[in-house]
């Protein structure tokens, strides 16, 4: 079956500290791959995807490159802000079939100013 | 704007009693999903749907239920039956199967608590 593993948490870092937060994946197929992120009390939001094999996902700072040949995903920021502070989540999905995501079971961080 | 609402934002349920979530989304997806969030865990799948009038139960559907009755609407009961209740409600979307490269979008979600 397809499965996501992250990072435990939480991490905490200084303002202006270089993140990484690690996904690797096991999926049947091509799948696509997702980070999204969620602030307290909030739902999730799309925070960057890959379709293919050495995509590179961005936006607001945070990157991720789909990796094939280590079957990993994970997502980088040069310099954190205490805004970035929230859960992320690694998630894939596979095409075809019933389109279940699956999710990683997240990893909070933490930004200290 | 396009969205996702769920409503309401807290709920508190007694003992014995049934409650209903809803999830009302504008943005014309096929597929509809309600997921359960504990502190410090990841989303777990409850239902569900890809179609109006089907849907299907997910990793921990006991002590829920659902219906599809309008693309529009995806409400979740849980019922007297559900015993450990107290935890974070997500409803999500997405578009057709064979869209895989498209991420699913999620409502702001429902916080339910014993009372």
């Known amino acids: 079956g397809n499965s996501v593993t992250q990072m435990e948490g939480p991490v905490t870092l200084s303002e202006e500290a270089f993140l990484t937060i690690n996904c690797t994946y096991t999926?049947?197929?091509?799948?696509?791959l997702f980070w999204y992120v969620q602030y307290p009390g909030e739902g999730l939001q799309l925070l960057l995807k890959?379709?293919?094999?050495?995509d590179k996902g961005s936006n607001k700072g945070f990157e991720a490159t789909y990796r094939k040949e280590t079957t990993s995903f994970h997502l980088e920021k040069g310099s954190v802000q205490v805004s970035d502070s929230a859960v992320y989540f690694c998630?894939?999905?596979?095409?075809?079939?019933?389109?279940?995501?699956?999710f990683g079971r997240g990893t909070s961080l933490i930004v200290h100013p | 704007d396009g969205g996702i609402t769920q409503s309401p934002k807290y709920l508190f349920r007694k003992e014995g009693q049934n409650v209903t979530l809803s999830c009302e989304q504008n943005?014309?997806?096929?597929?509809m999903y309600w997921y359960r969030q504990d502190p410090g865990q990841g989303l777990r799948l409850i239902y569900y749907?890809?179609?109006?009038?089907?849907?299907q139960k997910g990793d921990i559907a006991e002590g829920y239920s659902v219906s599809r009755e309008k693309k529009e609407s995806f409400p979740l009961t849980v019922t007297s039956a559900q015993k450990n209740p107290t935890a974070f409600y997500l409803c999500?979307?997405?578009?057709?199967?064979?869209?895989?490269?498209?991420?699913?979008?999620f409502g702001d979600g429902t916080r339910l608590s014993i009372l």
């Open positions: 749907s890809q179609i109006v009038n089907d849907f």
């Open positions: 999926a049947t197929g091509y799948p696509s």
């Open positions: 999500a979307t997405g578009g057709r199967t064979q869209y895989s490269n498209q991420p699913q979008h």
């Open positions: 943005l014309n997806h096929d597929a």
């Open positions: 890959a379709t293919k094999a050495d």
């Open positions: 998630a894939l999905s596979v095409p075809g079939g019933s389109y279940i995501p699956t």
